[in-house]
Nanobody
């Protein structure tokens, strides 16, 4: 099994930046795709970005040009750099992992972090 621990959320003003981290431990060799999801109150969970072991990256349209996902394989950690944040980015952000290549289907992700709150407000 893989365990995921997130950090880095917080309160930031519109236009500000944050970096989220997700450290993986356990059966890390089974990890293919790592993704960041978010869920705002009253809304469905949404895939923000994912990164495959082969280096393929995808973003939801609403964050393209503002968010950057990256992986440090030596540290078994995936990052999500959030820039030019908007109030509509407010949500709980979750990292997740799957052995499937590049899937957007959250039901196929095997492990989830505990979630970290990102609040964008003036």
């Amino acid at each position: 099994q893989v365990q995921l621990v997130e950090s880095g959320g917080g309160l930031v003003q519109p236009g500000g930046s944050l970096r989220l981290s997700c450290a993986a431990s356990g059966s890390i060799l089974s990890i293919n795709t790592m993704g960041w999801y978010r869920q705002a109150p009253g809304k469905q969970r949404e895939l923000v970005a994912h990164s495959t072991r082969g280096g393929r990256i995808n973003y939801v349209d609403s964050v393209k040009g503002r968010f950057t996902i990256s992986r440090d394989t030596a540290k078994n950690t995936v990052y999500l750099q959030l820039s030019n944040l908007k109030p509509e980015d407010t949500a709980v952000y979750y990292c997740a992992q799957t052995s499937v290549t590049g899937t957007r289907d959250y039901t196929l992700y095997h492990s989830w972090g505990q979630g970290t709150q990102v609040t964008v407000s003036s």
